[in-house]
Structure formats: C-alpha cells, structure tokens
C-alpha cells in the first residue's frame, strides 16, 4: 500500500492550497481515509474524514468551515481544500487509510506527508 501526498508548500495567510494523497495497492473504492498533521513540537492531530463513498465528513473544529475533504474514486485520490490559512495551520500533513470507520486516529496506512507553511 502507497498513500502519495502532495501539493505541500509556502503560502501567506489568508491564502489557499489544496492537498491531493494518491493511494495504490488497496481498494480505494471501499477504504475510509482521513488527514492529520502534525506541527513541530506538537502531537499529531486529526484534521478531516471522509467515507468510502464520499457522503459522509468529519472536520475537527480548529478547520471547520476552511478546509473541505473530498475523493475521487476513479482516481483512487483524496483531496484536502484549505481556504483561509492560519499560521497556525503550519504542519506537516498526512494522508490515511483505513477499512474501518475510525474516530480515531488508528488509521491502517499512512503516507508520508507533506510540508505546508503559513506566514504572517
């Protein structure tokens, strides 16, 4: 299993990027994924689910109404849309998978990350 994030960079606040994770060598059709970050020093955090069909969400509140999840099935790819970013959204953000609907962050797979840096 290969969970390929990206899109990661350098972006002033109030700005925008959207996060693409690319997954092979699982059945994407029918796998629940999630995103997570981490900022330095922090523990890692949960940001967004979404479910095997798309038509369920979650967000943590510090995103909720910023950020949006989606996935495209045919391209076996998850997206994370954030909008209005914070220096304080600044981490390195992952990409999950899991068959399970978790609440949790016990997540099967894991991609590798992606850097995202907000400046003031």
């Known amino acids: 299993v290969q969970l390929q994030a990206s899109g990661g960079g350098l972006v002033q606040a109030g700005g925008s990027l959207r996060l693409s994770c690319a997954a092979s060598?699982?059945?994407?059709?029918?796998?629940?994924m999630g995103w997570f970050r981490q900022a330095p020093g922090k523990e890692r955090e949960f940001v967004a689910r979404?479910?095997?069909?798309?038509?369920?969400?979650y967000y943590a509140d510090s995103v909720k109404g910023r950020f949006t999840i989606s996935r495209d099935n045919a391209k076996n790819t998850v997206y994370l849309q954030m909008s209005s970013l914070k220096p304080e959204d600044t981490a390195v953000y992952y990409c999950a998978a899991d068959y399970t609907w978790t609440t949790g962050d016990d997540y099967d797979y894991w991609g590798q990350g992606t850097q995202v840096t907000v400046s003031s």
């Open positions: 979404v479910n095997w069909s798309g038509s369920s969400t």
């Open positions: 060598g699982l059945t994407f059709r029918i796998v629940h």
